[in-house]
């Protein structure tokens, strides 16, 4: 999302959603179905760096402190008997290597190998990679369509499903192009969780206004895996939304209160899906109860939203 900070996303832009933006959540935020305490939402000065916590014994969660960046981006840990996988690096300002070195130690897999990945290559998500660089038996993926679709074997970008097998623990690689152009979701057969990364989360979901289609037939072959996969919970890369529906946090806020969960039910999937299906003759800015739809034209200069997706 940083690249949205220095391309648009001007005061012209925060004043449209201020509404929902400046007010604080009128209701209780609910409790986690499956995270033991609440996330960390930069209260607390003196925060570390990342927060964990765990799914379960082999599956790991970081969040990236408010106090390191405003994008508070969301990692995730899996290990499998023979590797373990890492998908995204969060934003610059951390130090992600160490605290996954860290998290494996503390768990008894030091030295195992590990394969770096990312949901998709804007900033805040291929921000740690530099950390990586040399770390004995580590693959960092590369950030394009290429280098994503080679590794993972998909020869049909997007329609086919790439693969990963950690050892005793297999993930499936969904291309999702949309909101980036080698976007992936990832699906954890081990833990029915689909991590979503920026395609969908409780926050705002950008995409350029040429590219409404793509980003829908990427979530239609979505709901066409998961008729055939059972998924749980939909894990992205942060959360923007506040716990009152239609609400959503400051760009740049470095402090929250009453945040959305992290976790969508499996079935939030429907609710993109139409969404998008809703949008009739042009994507506009749209407020949803657990997400909005951020179109946004390639070039904004002299256009505003939320109807700047609107031919001339």
Known sequence: MTRLTNLFLSTVLLASLSACETQEAAIAVQPSSIFAQAWNSGIDPDEPAFQVQEIDANTFVLRQSLRTSFEAP???????????????????????????DRLLAD???????????????HGDHVGGDAGFAGRPDTIVVGHTTDDVAGFFGIDRWPDDVGTLDLGGRKVDVLPTPGHHASHVMVYDAATRIMFSGDAIYPGRLYFVCEEAGEYAASLDRVADFAEIHQIDWLLGGHVEMKAAPGQSFGQQDKSRRGEHLLELPGNALGDVTAAFAGIGDYPRVTPFPEFMLLPHPADPAGMSPPDWCKPA
Not at 74 to 100: M, P
């Open 107 to 121: 768990t008894g897999h030091a030295g195992l190998p590990l394969v770096v990945m990312h949901t998709h290559g």
């Open 74 to 100: 969301f990692l995730y840990l899996l290990i499998g008997e023979d590797k373990a996988l890492l998908i995204d690096t969060g934003a610059e300002g951390a130090d992600t290597r160490a605290e996954v």
